[in-house]
């Protein structure tokens, strides 16, 4: 069984520009999460998917975020317009229940903000 | 609000030692605890989980890790580190609510040398 992929691996834009992150999770994972670590920080919690709908949004840091989950299978995280804070690694991590299941994660995606 | 505590950034022990990450939260309700370990260019990988059943909980690669509720304290340790254990590791807390969010700590980078 696939793990949770996350697409692109590295991606490396100029500040001001547009980036889309793509998850897809494990199948028939209703929960999605979207973590974040700045460099030299810990990782902190960027929201939650239940199946299409957001339960929990409140670590998205500003309205240059944008998370979607349509038809409750991938979701993409789009970032627009990039600032330099925005760099990091963007993990991705789903789960079968929310409170008791074991969040998977995937191998996260960097992004540099040039 | 929940936080989680890694003492020290990175450890370092030789081959065949004693391996001890240390890990400390606040909450006044025992949470779910967990640790996860990253290898390198590769996702979180669940090592081991606290789900208030036995204390002392123990994981995969021989790991193993101790609820302590007197100490707010879920240590992890390993009695003979391997060279395959080099890796980063991170203590996460999930609170006891109905979010499924995870709380990380700053994650702990353990060298092996031979």
């Known amino acids: 069984e696939a793990g949770v992929t996350q697409f692109p691996s590295h991606s490396v834009i100029e500040k001001g520009q547009t980036v889309t992150l793509r998850c897809d999770p494990i199948?028939?994972?209703?929960?999605l999460y979207w973590y974040r670590r700045v460099m030299g920080k810990e990782i902190k919690f960027l929201l939650h998917f239940v199946k299409e709908s957001k339960q929990d949004e409140s670590g998205m840091p500003n309205n240059r975020f944008l998370a979607e989950r349509t038809g409750g299978t991938y979701s993409t995280l789009k970032v627009q317009p990039a600032e330099l804070e925005d760099s990091g690694v963007y993990f991705c991590?789903?789960?079968?229940?929310?409170?008791?299941?074991?969040?998977?994660f995937g191998a996260g995606t960097r992004l540099s903000v040039l | 609000a929940q936080s989680v505590t890694q003492l020290g950034s990175h450890v370092s022990v030789s081959e065949g030692a004693l391996v001890l990450l240390r890990c400390n939260y606040s909450s006044s309700v025992p949470p779910y605890l967990f640790w996860y370990v990253q290898y390198p260019n590769q996702g979180l990988q669940l090592l081991l989980k606290?789900?208030?059943?036995?204390?002392l909980v123990k994981g995969i690669n021989g790991f193993e890790a101790e609820f302590k509720k007197s100490e707010t304290s879920f240590h992890l340790t390993k009695p003979s580190a391997h060279m395959s254990d080099a890796a980063e590791y991170f203590c996460?807390?999930?609170?006891?609510?109905?979010?499924?969010?995870?709380?990380f700590g700053q994650g702990t980078t353990l060298q092996v040398k031979p």
């Open positions: 991590a789903s789960s079968q229940e929310a409170t008791r299941g074991i969040q998977y």
């Open positions: 606290y789900t208030s059943a036995a204390t």
């Open positions: 996460a807390v999930r609170p006891p609510s109905n979010t499924g969010k995870l709380i």
């Open positions: 199948s028939g994972h209703d929960n």
